[in-house]
Every structure is written in C-alpha cells, then in structure tokens.
C-alpha cells in the first residue's frame, strides 16, 4: 500500500508516524484491565461477627515472669474480662478498665480471629472467639501469656 508516495507496509513508517506507538499503548492497556479486572471482582469480602458471639467472656491471665533491666519480675495472676458487642468491645484486667472498636480479620472453619483496637494502647489486641465450646482466646501482649476465657 502507498500513502503520499511511501510504502505503508513497511514497519519502519508505522514506528516514525507515531501511530504504532498509540496502537501499542492500547494493546498494553487493554491486556492490563483483562487481567486486573477479575481480580478486583474476587476480593475479600467482609466478615461479621455473628450475634451469637457478643457476650461477656471472663477467665485468668496465667502469673508470668518479665526481665526488667537487672532484676526479674513476677507478674501474679489476674482476672479479665471481656465483653464483645456490636460495634464495640469492652476489657477488665484487673481494676484497669479498656474500651475500643474491633474488626473481624478472618473467618476459619473453627474460629473467628478479631483485632480490636484500644483507645488507650499502641498495640492492639488479638481475640481468636471459637465457633464451638462458648469460649474466646486472647493474645497476649508481650511477655503476657494468652488467656482462655469462657462465656458467663
């Protein structure tokens, strides 16, 4: 084929026009939305706690020792608990008393695992609420032991 004289078959005409340029950028574009398109469509959805699950939970914090500096120091047992409700959770270790908000991470075959955040703590708390035995575990923060907890 011949425009203005020139040969248009030729690759060399397509590359120096600048319109093979915009027919590659197309093909990228559209090969990069086929394969990311799907994806987004199988994301992860959201998981709520069931409302079977929302009760006050209470246990012991086993005793535990802790390094501080030269000198060990022996932590005593204490008691916690835990209150799980809709958009809330509500901690009791001891006499000190935590409030915050929490957020489904995953939902397992046997477990629920939970992150909650804490109004007042940098570190947030793990509570896996297992879907049988009416029993919730929670992670302790380091060197605190985890504690199993049963509903009341």
Same mark, same amino acid.
């Given at each position: 084929? #011949?425009?203005?004289?020139? %040969? ?17 950028? $197309? ?14 469509? #199988?994301?992860?959805?959201?998981? @709520? ?16 020792? $802790?390094?501080?500096?030269? %000198? ?42 939970? @992150? ?7 570190? @947030? ?20 032991? $985890? ?6």
């Amino acid at each position: 084929m #011949f425009v203005s004289g020139q %040969n248009v078959d030729n690759l060399d005409y397509w590359e120096r026009s600048g319109k093979f340029d915009i027919f590659v950028m $197309m093909q990228k574009l559209t090969f990069i939305f086929a394969l990311v398109l799907p994806l987004l469509s #199988f994301g992860q959805k959201e998981v @709520n706690l069931k409302r079977k699950y929302m009760k006050s939970y209470s246990g012991i914090i086993p005793s535990y020792s $802790m390094d501080v500096g030269d %000198n060990i120091v022996e932590v005593t047992a204490v008691p916690i608990s835990i209150q799980i409700e809709k958009d809330s959770v509500f901690f009791k270790i001891g006499q000190n008393k935590f409030q915050g908000t929490y957020t489904v991470m995953f939902e397992a075959n046997k477990y629920y695992l939970i @992150n909650a955040v804490i109004d007042s703590q940098l570190a @947030n708390e793990r509570i896996m609420v297992h879907k049988r035995g009416k029993s919730i575990s929670r992670d302790g923060l380091y060197p605190q032991p $985890m504690a199993d907890l049963k509903r009341d």
